[in-house]
Nanobody
Framework: QVQLVESGGGSVEAGGSLRLSCVASGYTWSSWCLAWFRQAPGKGREAVAHIDSDGNVNYADSVKGRFTISKDNAKNTLYLQMDSLTPEDTAMYYC???????????????????WGQGTQVTVSS
């Protein structure tokens, strides 16, 4: 059974940083496509960043240059380093995984079968 567990969320002031982690179990981590999504109150879930099995990455325009996605295959852990945070980054952050995601669909919520429970990030001005 595939399980994803996020951690690392919290409350920070604008300009601060956080690093989110997502630990996975139940599948061969290194060969899967992994992503971070977020959902703010009253809004739909949106893609933040994606990394494929070869280490190729994609970012939403809103986070380019501020967020960095990475993974540690030995630890089955996905990371999201978030710098220069703004109040607009406030949301519940979710990690997602699937055996394969077409490159053109990396930002599509429906492309991922497995999801974590989320970790809250709150950025104050």
């Amino acid at each position: 059974q595939v399980q994803l567990v996020e951690s690392g969320g919290g409350s920070v002031e604008a300009g601060g940083s956080l690093r989110l982690s997502c630990v996975a179990s139940g599948y061969t981590w290194s060969s899967w496509c992994l992503a971070w999504f977020r959902q703010a109150p009253g809004k739909g879930r949106e893609a933040v960043a994606h990394i494929d099995s070869d280490g190729n990455v994609n970012y939403a325009d809103s986070v380019k240059g501020r967020f960095t996605i990475s993974k540690d295959n030995a630890k089955n852990t996905l990371y999201l380093q978030m710098d220069s945070l703004t109040p607009e980054d406030t949301a519940m952050y979710y990690c997602a995984a699937d055996a394969w995601v077409a490159p053109s669909r990396w930002a599509d919520v429906s492309a991922y079968m497995y999801w974590g429970q989320g970790t809250q990030v709150t950025v104050s001005s």
